[in-house]
């Protein structure tokens, strides 16, 4: 597994599993919210985009990827969604197919509408066992990409 901790993001790559893991820096706040990321502005969201695209491209060796999110730890303006929205393209691009779980209210509604601009479907699970358990049997063909949407 190669793993780089970067200002925004984790990145791991597990090549035997062709599995590109995101996961957010984050603690508990002191009313038990969890403190992590935050995207504000344009240029936050396209630098946080590059060095995901800047990961895949020097450790996936050009191949399509799962992408498996944890959103747990990140919150992206919603005033930018049609910003995020591009720069989730980008990873779409280069990946099998994006499954994703966790997240606050507000992300989540994030990614929906982001993925509305995009018009393509976005099923959050619940937990990562879920979301594995949805790439493992995508790739086993007992599951397509439609139901897993």
């Not at 590059?50 to 050009?62: E, I, L, P, Q």
């Not at 601009?117 to 990409?145: C, F, I, N, W």
Request: net charge positive.
């Amino acid at each position: 597994m190669i793993t780089e901790r970067g200002e925004t993001a984790t990145l791991s790559y597990d090549a035997s599993e062709n599995i590109l893991y995101f996961t957010f820096p984050h603690t508990d706040g002191p009313s038990g919210g969890a403190w992590g990321v935050r995207l504000d502005t344009p240029e936050q969201i396209v630098a946080h985009f590059d060095r995901c695209v800047s990961f895949w491209k020097r450790h996936c060796a050009g191949r399509k990827v799962y992408c498996v999110v944890d959103y747990d730890g990140i919150d992206v303006n919603v005033k930018y969604t049609k910003v995020y929205a591009t720069q989730l393209q980008r990873i779409l691009d280069i990946s099998v197919t994006v499954v994703r779980y966790g997240g606050s209210s507000l992300q989540r509604t994030a990614v929906r509408l982001a993925n509305l601009k995009l018009h393509t479907p976005s099923q959050l699970y619940a937990s990562r066992e879920e979301a594995l358990h949805v790439v493992r049997s995508l790739k086993s063909g007992a599951m397509d990409l439609a139901s897993a949407s």
